[in-house]
């Protein structure tokens, strides 16, 4: 036994040169792992616990794998307070579902309430210390987003080129001062006087492999209220269904409201030129309008209303051949997934 734990450094320490060295082809074992957990629902005892266990250690191991090879391909390793609190976020968005079927089925509908409050009490107090004190800009679901592996290694080579070459350009022009590190252009490679603009040489820049997902504009005015409006959103739609019930239209409308509110607010300020956002930004929005369209699955629109037309949809669509492997399945099972994923607190 002490062996064995001697060498776990050593097997954790060969799991990462191997993670580092095969960033592409670890795809594939996690994406399966992904699939093992759709396999898995609705065939055994307890599937749906197990099948959501699956799949969110499948997300965790995604998420360990990227910060993997952030730190040795890309020499990313942060450990400031904003990162800390999106991990614990990313990790909660991972495992919310997980946590929410667990304490249903130990402690019923009850601890089922308890644990699905404290959860978005959480999140909506670091979703909002994160923008207020850190002034961070639009949080992305999940804070943390998942590492575009494709190319890295050819675009870590081709960044680190590009920045050996600025860098070799800008030794022949100049010096660096030992102690203030400030640069100083040579003499004689000064241009001529009629166009010299005089102003200090700038540093060679820095590239960065991986996903830059960096926005250095921060919300204010509108945009702050906008974001306020859609964290606070989870927190505002549960204790709507506590006063209204959970069979009520008023909690689906007021969530309805909250996030058209939100969205209307940031195109005011885009059509203003206010503040204008920044390509990020505006694809975090563009996501949270596309999300608009998952109202039609949530309570109570759906047992009302769109339950008919959807199973009509996918009855239809399974007498294509081949079709029926999938929309078959599909439609035994999005009675479930409507009462365990399509909810407010979950986006």
Known sequence: ??????????????????????????????????????????????????SELVYCLSNLLVMFNDRIIKKTICQVDSNTTPDKIKLWLTVIEYSEVFCELSASKIWGSAGKWVIVTCIQVFKCIARLFLVYQHKEPIIQNPPIPVLDRRDLKSNNSNYATMG???QEQLNSVSFTLKRSGRVVRKVDSAPPLAIRNWKP??????????NNQTIEQSLAGRQ?????????????????????????????????????????????????????????????LSRRTVILVLYLLRSPIYERYSKDKIDGFLKALSKIPLAGLICTPLAQYLPFWQSTYFYMWST
Not at 201 to 210: H, R, W
Not at 228 to 249: D, N, Q, R
Request: net charge positive; charged share 15%.
């Open 1 to 50: 036994m002490s062996s064995l734990l001697f060498s776990c450094p050593d097997i954790f320490h060969s799991y990462k040169v191997w993670v580092s060295k095969n960033p592409q082809s670890l795809g594939d074992w996690e994406n399966s792992a992904k699939w093992v957990s759709y396999f898995i629902a609705g065939r055994i005892n307890n599937s749906h616990i197990l």
């Open 164 to 166: 050996d070459l600025a």
């Open 201 to 210: 040489l700038l540093k060679a820049p820095s590239f960065s492999c991986g």
């Open 224 to 284: 702050l209220i906008a974001e306020t409006i859609y964290i606070s959103k989870p927190l505002v739609h549960l204790l709507s269904m506590a006063c209204f019930g959970t069979e009520t239209w008023k909690p689906w409308m007021i969530g309805l409201a909250l996030d058209l509110t939100s969205l209307q607010l940031y195109r005011s300020c885009r059509s203003k030129s206010i503040n204008s956002l920044t390509p990020l930004q505006r694809l975090q």
